[in-house]
């Protein structure tokens, strides 16, 4: 408990805020559809390989989400967004303490790094957004091709049963005759 009192005395709540909403909103762009939507998709696939394959897209969610929260920590360390959420958090509780803090207090001092800061933010949200969905598009495709790839194999699967089928005739109709 006490590593975890020492976090929030560094990080402001601002800060935590900030990371807890990256994380749900995060959690929710990455997990918006469920076993059952995604076995929808497959519909002649048997119920083995919907669940492999739902594993597989587990297993794939799992290191994107992972990925981008690691990119995400990253930048906020780049741009020490944390540190500037801080001294807003500063101000903000010197401005309630102090009645006068409008006549004290320059603000325009803090605005330039903020907007800066959500500036890069933006940008750095929106390449996220633009990776995930081509990683999603990726997806897509791979599981197109997989779909494409089950007919396939289904096909060479019934050549293979008729000449199994072929070669036990054969082999009747030679046991019979001797």
């Known amino acids: 408990m006490e590593n975890f009192s020492e976090i929030l ?3 402001g709540s601002r800060h935590l805020n900030l990371k807890k909403s990256f994380k749900l909103g995060l959690r929710s762009l990455l997990t918006a559809c469920s076993k059952e939507e995604f076995c929808k998709a497959f519909p002649k696939f048997t119920d083995p390989e919907k669940d492999r394959l739902h594993r597989l897209f587990i297993e794939v969610i799992s290191s994107l989400h992972g990925n981008i929260e690691d990119q995400f920590e990253s930048l906020c360390l780049e741009t020490q967004a944390g540190t500037i959420l801080d001294t807003v958090e500063q101000h903000v509780e010197e401005q ?3 009645l006068l803090f409008a006549e004290k ?14 500036k ?6 929106t390449g996220i957004l633009e990776k995930a969905e081509e990683q999603n598009r990726l ?8 779909k494409k790839k089950k007919q396939d ?3 060479v699967a019934d050549v293979v049963d008729k000449l199994w089928m072929d070669i036990r005739s054969y082999e009747i109709g030679n046991n019979t005759g001797s």
Request: without cysteine.
């Open 9 to 11: 005395k560094i990080q």
């Open 96 to 98: 309630q303490l102090d």
């Open 105 to 118: 207090s320059n603000i325009g001092a803090i605005r330039p790094s903020l907007l800066e800061v959500k």
């Open 120 to 125: 890069n933010e933006i940008h750095y949200l």
């Open 139 to 146: 997806m897509s495709s791979h599981l197109d091709l997989l």
């Open 153 to 155: 194999v289904s096909g």
